[in-house]
């Protein structure tokens, strides 16, 4: 596993090696935190297949890895739906966090972001 500063690096360390390279964090992808929330949502709600995912952040590393998780996943657009980002943003200023967490899937970012 690999924590560095630019994917080029990684790809490059990569391309060397005879073993297989995980990306553990770079500029541009964090899949290893992206595995683990999508590891913890399941522990949680037992299932992933269903649950609707909205991400509310910046546009970083943890959301282009999201986005190729979800895709994998056979997730519709789960980052962009601005109907879900709407209904999100709502319950997060009008319902108890432990209704949130019953109707939405979220990556530890989303509490992060909206504090």
Request: overall charge positive; hydrophobic content about 40%.
């Given at each position: 596993?690999?924590?560095?500063?630019?994917?080029?690096?990684?790809?490059?360390?990569?391309?060397?090696?005879?073993?297989?390279?995980?990306?553990?964090?770079?500029?541009?992808?964090?899949?290893?935190?992206?595995?683990?929330?999508?590891?913890?949502?399941?522990?949680?709600?037992?299932?992933?297949?269903?649950?609707?995912l909205v991400y509310i952040g910046v546009h970083n590393n943890v959301c282009n890895s999201l986005i190729e998780a979800?895709?994998?996943?056979?997730?519709?657009?789960?980052?962009?739906?601005?109907?879900?980002?709407?209904?999100?943003?709502?319950?997060?200023?009008?319902?108890?966090?432990?209704?949130?967490?019953?109707?939405?899937?979220?990556?530890?970012?989303?509490?992060?972001?909206?504090?």
């Amino acid at each position: 596993m690999a924590r560095l500063l630019k994917h080029a690096d990684l790809r490059l360390m990569a391309s060397a090696s005879r073993v297989p390279v995980i990306n553990g964090c770079d500029e541009k992808y964090h899949p290893s935190q992206v595995i683990a929330d999508l590891m913890t949502m399941k522990e949680k709600k037992g299932y992933l297949e269903g649950l609707k995912l909205v991400y509310i952040g910046v546009h970083n590393n943890v959301c282009n890895s999201l986005i190729e998780a979800c895709t994998k996943l056979g997730w519709n657009d789960p980052v962009w739906d601005e109907e879900l980002i709407e209904e999100a943003k709502k319950l997060v200023y009008t319902k108890p966090r432990w209704m949130l967490r019953k109707q939405f899937a979220r990556p530890t970012s989303f509490i992060q972001t909206l504090g």
